[in-house]
């Protein structure tokens, strides 16, 4: 699993710069240097002004308050004058390994979470909102420092509409890339779900998603899942596809589609597996469910033309269901992205009233 995914689908038309025109070579944040992927808009560009097509060898940010400078000089002043130690906001989750979670207000801390918008376009393809940071709130995933004290170093974070007619609980997802492959991009798509079941809602990622992001909800949809159908059927529950979706937070459409391509799962009146033929391409879906501007049922069919929806009952194949969560397991282990886990028991309750 990677966690460096894109998941924006803005139409923000803030720069006229191909995104594949890298301006900064690299950055120091704090003690780390990093190689930089992508442009970012970090130079102000001034109508009839050549400073946008200026290549910067180096970039100085501030771990903690991330402002920039563009002299070393310049940063290690401000880092002797910095009296932050952790990103503002309020912490909604802490953990006995030294992880915590931020939920950082645009509005409030405009200025903190503008900053983090362009650290993270420098590795994101695809992002677009930069500046109008107001609507969004950011969950900010840091460590403690082992040696010093209040010390937390930002390992990424993701973005959220504070209203979003289409239902969506993420909007942007980064993970710093010497943080990345540690299990960190999973984590923060389980605390965006957990968020969602808190607020008794099911939610999804804005689409498209790149193909990494593809790769990232899949893998967190497949062993939520399975991990689910198996709670269901060792206690016997007889489950809709509603149920499902409302106990994990996973929205109808994503539910439905993941059971469909895991094909353990048959509907209450099949005899076959849950398999469409002809499905309506993804992206097509995805327009008309923003038409909808609802999480309404996303009718499909299996094999045997039956309808399988919200009110579907679930019926378990347990042979399929063990092959597939050991499939699953062994995957896991392989792929050593579990070092890290969200674990719901040290999410601080969110009173937003």
């Not at 969506?168 to 965006?192: D, E, K, T, W």
Request: charged residues 25%; glycine residues 4%; proline residues 3%.
């Amino acid at each position: 699993m990677v966690d460096n995914d894109a998941m924006i689908d803005e139409d923000d038309e803030q720069l006229d710069i191909p995104d594949n025109t890298k301006n900064i070579q690299s950055i120091q944040l704090g003690q780390i240097d990093i190689n930089c992927w992508y442009y970012s808009p970090y130079i102000d560009n001034q109508e009839g002004s050549n400073e946008k097509y200026r290549t910067i060898e180096k970039l100085y940010i501030c771990e903690f308050c991330l402002r920039y400078f563009l002299h070393s000089k310049n940063y290690r002043q401000h880092t002797n004058e910095c009296n932050r130690h952790q990103p503002p906001g309020r912490k909604v989750y802490e953990d006995l390994n030294g992880l915590s979670v931020y939920e950082v207000d645009g509005n409030t801390s405009e200025l903190y979470c503008q900053c983090l918008c362009l650290l993270a376009k420098l590795f994101l393809e695809r992002k677009t909102i930069y500046f109008d940071v107001n609507p969004f709130l950011f969950y900010v995933l840091v460590e403690s420092d082992k040696r010093m004290k209040n010390v937390q170093h930002v390992i990424g974070y993701f973005s959220k509409e504070k209203l979003s007619d289409e239902f969506y609980n993420l909007a942007c997802l980064m993970v710093l890339p010497h943080r990345q492959r540690q299990g960190f991009g999973r984590f923060l798509i389980a605390l965006s779900y957990e968020l969602t079941k808190l607020e008794k809602k099911t939610g999804s990622p804005e689409k498209p998603l790149s193909a990494l992001g593809q790769m990232t909800y899949k893998s967190y949809w497949y062993s939520t899942i399975l991990t689910k159908l198996d709670e269901y059927h060792h206690s016997q529950i007889h489950a809709t596809v509603a149920q499902l979706s409302m106990d994990t937070g996973i929205c109808i459409e994503d539910v439905i589609q993941t059971l469909i391509e895991l094909r353990l799962a048959y509907t209450g009146t099949s005899t076959g597996e849950t398999n469409c033929k002809q499905q309506e391409p993804r992206d097509h879906r995805c327009r008309r469910r923003r038409r909808q501007k609802s999480n309404s049922d996303s009718d499909q069919c299996d094999d045997n033309n039956n309808t399988l929806n919200s009110t579907s009952v679930l019926i378990i194949d347990e042979d399929l269901l063990h092959t597939a969560i050991i499939r699953l397991s062994n995957e896991n282990v392989s792929s050593n992205n579990d070092q890290h886990v969200f674990d719901r028991n040290y999410l601080r309750f969110i009173n937003r009233s």
